[in-house]
């Protein structure tokens, strides 16, 4: 052996060939398993730039050098022993890679399930371990084949257009006056659930601009459905008066000091909140508004104000704990397997067609119990209404069948889950039509446990609570009269992220 090099003589001799072929490009290589360390690491490492360099030689010689060391009938040992190399590296490779699989398989598994699962089931606690494997294998190749396969139009969100949501502190000068308030405001809500939430959000404002306190609201226990909830069966109560305390004071009840004081009962006008209301909330203390439908315009409107009348309707007004837990579950059995919805405001309910005097594809029985009931509701305006003339203006809401038909013309498959968001549908057919194409058809009542509605009963603003929810989250919402349920979740959804909304034009 040569003092310095490390291969024997043999294999020197052996190499002979390859290092003298390599010296005619400049390069000196006295090391065969150096050179044959480089050669495995050589697709690891960049060119250089630039010629002429003694680097550039050395890796020129080096490149030249390698088909003489692997040649079997010149090299044979070399070539074994790079073959072993090669084989050692691929199994460390395998080895590591299930490592990681099995790491990743721990993580992803929360331990506190698993301990539960294994007290109570052990063999439900391995499966749990060995479904979570197979899933991580495939994980990649779903991620891939996930990019591969773009979304289908019909299920795609429209562009923000850079809109985005400006309802927080730092974007509101209007913050609340922490001075005494120049008064307390009592308020009666009306109508459903949805005309309630947006005239409360609406009083919100209107309490800022008096700087007035604002009692828990009272809602409206006289309408079409006789729902006795009050504000608190609803709406988280704690919430909404934490979610506003940076805005205005709200109270559960007036204070002692005008707990006895007669309120002065007033229809809310839309132009005097700062000039003659306010005249008249100052020396009286408390003034109580009769209802919640006479609300602020909605043009020509302070920026402020408007984005608080949006935190009062959209995150301060946020549904009881109860209501939105099992909302949230039907969402969930909706979307299972990775699937998706539609929600079908589908307002072709009895009040809605005697409100409109629209009745057709209806029986004259049918007609006949609608027109009665238009003339029993003292507050409805309209008595005598030509239906067919109404319809041919685009003013009454779409039947059953024509929802099927758009739905369908617009590209949905009849394999399509679709959420019924509305009351019981009126007619001898009710949705007849409709699950004859599309049969995957659900609402409250068929996708919730019976012992998951029973808390409910007929509390009919709860149960449109629950559609509320699973509306808002839906991919894709659907509605076919712009009632006030239709604009709050179309509203919502814009808030939240330009969520996909279809507004037939009828």
Not at 22 to 34: L, R, S, V
Not at 229 to 256: C, G, R, T, Y
Not at 398 to 421: D, F, H, N, Q, W
Request: proline letters at 5%.
């Amino acid at each position: 052996m040569i003092p310095g090099d490390k291969c024997p003589s043999k294999t020197r001799r052996r190499a002979v060939d390859a290092i003298e072929f390599a010296e005619e490009d400049g390069t000196i290589i006295n090391d065969c398993n150096k050179a044959l360390h480089h050669n495995h690491h050589h697709h690891h490492q960049k060119s250089p730039v630039g010629g002429g360099s003694s680097m550039s030689g050395f890796r020129r010689g080096r490149i030249n050098l390698l088909p003489r060391c692997f040649r079997p009938g010149r090299n044979l040992s070399g070539w074994i022993l790079g073959a072993l190399i090669l084989l050692a590296v691929s199994t460390i490779f395998v080895k590591a890679m299930l490592m990681t699989s099995f790491l990743r398989v721990i993580d992803d598994t929360s331990p506190n399930d698993f301990l539960r699962r294994q007290r109570s089931n052990p063999l439900e606690a391995s499966s749990v371990l060995m479904e979570t494997s197979h899933e991580d294998d495939d994980k990649d190749d779903d991620e891939d084949d996930q990019q591969a396969v773009q979304t289908p139009e019909i299920w795609k969100n429209p562009a923000s257009n850079n809109y985005y949501k400006c309802v927080d502190r730092q974007s509101n000068n209007n913050t609340r006056n922490k001075s005494a308030p120049n008064g307390y405001i009592k308020v009666r809500a009306n109508g459903g659930l949805n005309q309630m939430k947006t005239g409360i959000s609406d009083m919100v404002a209107i309490a800022q601009l008096m700087n007035a306190a604002l009692v828990l609201p009272s809602l409206d226990h006289r309408s079409f459905w006789t729902d006795p909830s009050d504000f608190k069966d609803i709406f988280d109560w704690k919430h909404f008066m934490n979610a506003l305390e940076d805005d205005i004071q709200v109270l559960e009840s007036l204070p002692q000091n005008v707990a006895n004081v007669k309120p002065l009962v007033k229809a809310p006008v839309s132009c005097y909140y700062r000039g003659e209301m306010l005249k008249m909330l100052k020396p009286h203390k408390v003034i109580e508004f009769t209802h919640t439908d006479s609300r602020i315009a909605n043009n020509g409107i302070p920026d402020p104000i408007q984005r608080l009348r949006c935190h009062a309707m959209y995150e301060a007004l946020r549904f009881s704990e109860e209501i939105e837990l099992l909302g949230n579950k039907f969402v969930c059995r909706l979307k299972e397997n990775g699937g998706r919805y539609i929600a079908l405001h589908l307002r072709y309910e009895k009040d809605m067609l005697a409100f409109t005097g629209c009745n057709y594809n209806l029986t004259r029985k049918e007609a006949e119990e609608l027109r009665k009931l238009r003339h029993k509701v003292r507050h409805w305006k309209e008595k005598r209404i030509n239906g067919t003339e109404r319809r041919l203006q685009g003013r009454c809401p779409m039947t059953p069948r024509e929802a099927a038909v758009l739905l369908e013309a617009l590209g949905y498959p009849s394999t399509t889950k679709i959420y019924i968001v509305a009351g019981e549908i009126y007619g001898q057919n009710g949705l007849n039509a409709l699950r004859e194409k599309y049969p995957n058809v659900y609402y409250h009542s068929n996708i919730a446990l019976e012992e998951e509605l029973q808390p409910f009963g007929q509390l009919q603003n709860q149960l449109a609570a629950l559609d509320y929810i699973v509306a808002l989250k839906s991919d894709v919402f659907v509605y076919t009269y712009d009632g006030n349920m239709a604009k709050a979740v179309r509203g919502h959804r814009i808030f939240e992220g330009y969520q996909k909304t279809i507004d037939p034009d009828k």
